[in-house]
DNA sequence: TCTTATCAGTTTGTCCGACAAAGCTAGATT
DNA sequence: AATCTAGCTTTGTCGGACAAACTGATAAGA
């Protein structure tokens, strides 16, 4: 057993990395800032003075990494990696653990919370108009189960922008793409299930332009519970994600 | 103008992205299951009949995405995204996003409130053992400021863990990953400051295994709050989390 | 017999050179 | 001036090549 390390240890990591985690540097480093041009591959190969093909791999980890992208006319530039991409990804890392519908729903609930109450603080008239709007468009599919899901998706998106904390707004992203989908199964299959949805926000609404917090907790936990109820009439929260979706709309995912 | 679309939109996808897109599809389906093997480069190329380079962009993008990796002997095989690595990833948006410590408290506030009520109602006697374990480490490092911030960390992933809840723990991570890096600075920097945190955590576990979810929520609350004003000595709130750390510790981040 | 050394075959990481298709540019044309 | 066209650039893809690392099996040594 050595006792005194003579040398270090040796950097192995493949070019392609290197060249992936060079660009990231500068890029979180702020010296190549969202929106400008990374180059052509041919001047990062004489750059860095390694092969198109590698380079072109390290360009693949970053793109999928969501660093950077390709513009119109696919040229590279650095960008502010989406969260909807992002959330996407975790989505599909949470369906293959095998979560259950009670996780989720445990969770939503909390950040849905978290989410109405920072609403109630701090939304702009402009949130304010934005899920107005929403709400109106809404009230006008209350039949339609397919387009009040999504806007009823639309609607707490919003609500979380409204509450002008990124950080929540992107915590709750994962777990929304996972829990909303179902919502179309359930406003279907519940008598006045979408006339509920929108009285929900609109309570929801009106809390906010008041700015009554206990309104808005309540009318939330109202709104959940509302979905657990319905869910529970069609599947097993304690089933996963995964398998329930297969069973129900997971085929239509595209 | 058109009015009868004859054609149905080509797929322009290239063909990497089809590599990656085929392999995803198998993956998420089931049909290749976490840690069974996807073969070599070589059976890849002969199996979707493009060249090995194209493959290889495939594969990256698929790396980075955590859906596959390659073992010890370099291998492909399927495997469970990790949390921590997509957490990683969402902690760097976060950052470009030049998300402010405030929403990261409140936040993290809400997060790790939900965390204990989970870990007080559904603990395991494993759980608990384990917290014990990190409040025994830590207790004896209550002076090093830098060992102390790891255990702080890993503390709250245990407790997020004994709320068996995946979701919640998914959620949590990115917020924390840029929170408690601060830990370090702070308990350096404030008297006292390893003793609150170690007495914090004795109060934490202590509900835990009382089974009283009000002196957990309470304790979580101050251990936080305690946080926030050792943050406020040190900087602002109100600043975003990539200029702190410009300024504080993030060269270190290796 | 058990261990060690050797050696051929795979597999990955990297490189080179090439070409078609799509975009861009700037000069030519109307 | 607006448009068109031809040439250049850039990306996506391909084929082939080679060194290094790893595998597995066989031969040599204790």
New binding site residues.
């Given amino acids: 057993m050595p006792t005194t390390p003579l040398f270090r240890r040796i950097d192995?990591?493949?070019?392609?990395?290197?060249v992936a985690d060079a660009i990231e540097r500068e890029i979180i480093n702020g010296r190549i800032k969202p929106g400008e041009p990374i180059?052509?591959?041919?001047?990062l190969?004489a750059q860095f003075?390694?092969?198109?093909?590698?380079?072109?791999?390290g360009?693949r980890v970053l793109e999928e990494g969501g660093l950077i992208r390709?513009?119109?006319?696919?040229?590279?530039q650095a960008c502010l990696p989406r969260y909807n991409k992002l959330a996407t990804r975790l989505s599909r890392a949470l369906i293959l653990h095998e979560v259950t519908f009670r996780e989720l729903f445990e969770t939503s609930m909390t950040l849905e919370v978290a989410s109405v109450e920072g609403a109630v603080e701090r939304a702009t008239e402009e949130n304010i108009a934005e899920l107005a709007g929403n709400l109106e468009r809404s009230a006008a599919v209350v039949g339609n189960p397919a387009a009040l899901a999504e806007l009823d998706a639309e609607f707490h998106v919003l609500m979380a922008k409204a509450s002008q904390n990124r950080v929540l707004q992107l915590a709750r992203e994962p777990a929304a793409q996972l829990f909303f989908p179902t919502t179309e199964m359930i406003v279907g299959g519940v008598p006045e299930g979408g006339a509920r949805l929108v009285e929900a926000h609109h309570h929801l609404l009106d809390a906010i332009k008041r700015r009554d917090k206990e309104a808005g907790v309540l009318w939330t936990r109202r709104h959940l519970q509302d979905w657990r109820r319905g869910f529970e009439k069609i599947a097993s929260l304690d089933r996963s994600v995964e398998h329930t979706y297969m069973e129900h709309a997971y085929a239509a995912r595209q």
């Fill in positions: 192995v990591a493949p070019a392609y990395q290197k180059g052509t591959e041919q001047q190969v003075g390694v092969n198109r093909s590698t380079v072109r791999e360009i390709r513009d119109s006319s696919r040229r590279l």
